[in-house]
Each structure stands twice: as C-alpha cells, then as structure tokens.
Nanobody, 133 residues
Framework: EVQLVESGGGLVQAGGSLRLSCVAS????????IGWFRQAPGKEREGIAC????????YIGDSVKGRFTISSDNDKNTVYLQMDKLKPEDTAVYYC??????????????????????????WGQGTQVNVSS
C-alpha cells in the first residue's frame, strides 16, 4: 500500500514561490494518479492539480493556472507542485493523494475538471502554506 508524505510548505511573501514534494513509499507510483488538494480555514477541500501515470492527462485548476505546475519524477517516486506568483488566497493546508487507476473507464485525473476527492484513497498528512501580503 502506498504511503505519501508532503513537504516544502512554509511562509512566503506574496509573489514568492514554493515547491511542494509528495514522496511515495511502500509502492511505486506507477498505476496511481496523484492529486494535489488544498483546504483553507473554513472552506471545503478542493482539488487543484493532478497527474496520471497511465496516460498524459494533467489538470491544473483555473484558480492556479499559469502559476502552479505539476510534475513527476518516477526515479524518485515523487510528484511536485511548483507554486509561483503566490497570493494570500493560496494560504491553505496542501495535501497530495493517490488514486489507483484500476478502471480504464474512469478518469482518475481528467484534463477537463478537478480531481474527484472520493476517487483518492491514500492521503498524506498535509503541509501548511502561508502567503503573507
């Protein structure tokens, strides 16, 4: 069973950058879609990015498009979320999660919409990102 650990969060001024890492252990990321989600205080958890391991599909949410990039390094069993031009509204706890891409009829990472939380059943503990104005 895959275990995920996020790192890279912290405090940054508006306009700054952070790179979050999601390191997997216990299993290769092959066969898993990886999603990045965030939850701000008082708000619901939202999916902002995802990457598939079985096809080229990637998704970047409209709220972060042009500022965030998702990528993977299979040799390191790691998925990254590069966050540039950060805004105070990006302040949240950021989670990575894995969804086994077991059903070829299901888009675990669709390029047309955010990753669906219910499909992701392995979660990291989260990393806090604070963006000051």
């Amino acid at each position: 069973e895959v275990q995920l650990v996020e790192s890279g969060g912290g405090l940054v001024q508006a306009g700054g950058s952070l790179r979050l890492s999601c390191v997997a252990s216990g299993s290769s990321l092959d066969g898993y879609a990886i999603g990045w989600f965030r939850q701000a205080p008082g708000k619901e958890r939202e999916g902002i990015a995802c990457i598939s391991s079985v096809d080229p599909s990637r998704y970047i949410g409209d709220s972060v498009k042009g500022r965030f990039t998702i990528s993977s390094d299979n040799d390191k069993n790691t998925v990254y979320l590069q966050m540039d031009k950060l805004k105070p509204e990006d302040t949240a706890v950021y989670y990575c999660a894995a969804a086994p891409e077991a059903n070829p009829s299901v888009y675990y990472c669709s390029p047309w919409g955010p990753p669906r939380i219910l499909l992701y059943d392995h979660w990291g503990q989260g990393t806090q990102v604070n963006v000051s104005s």
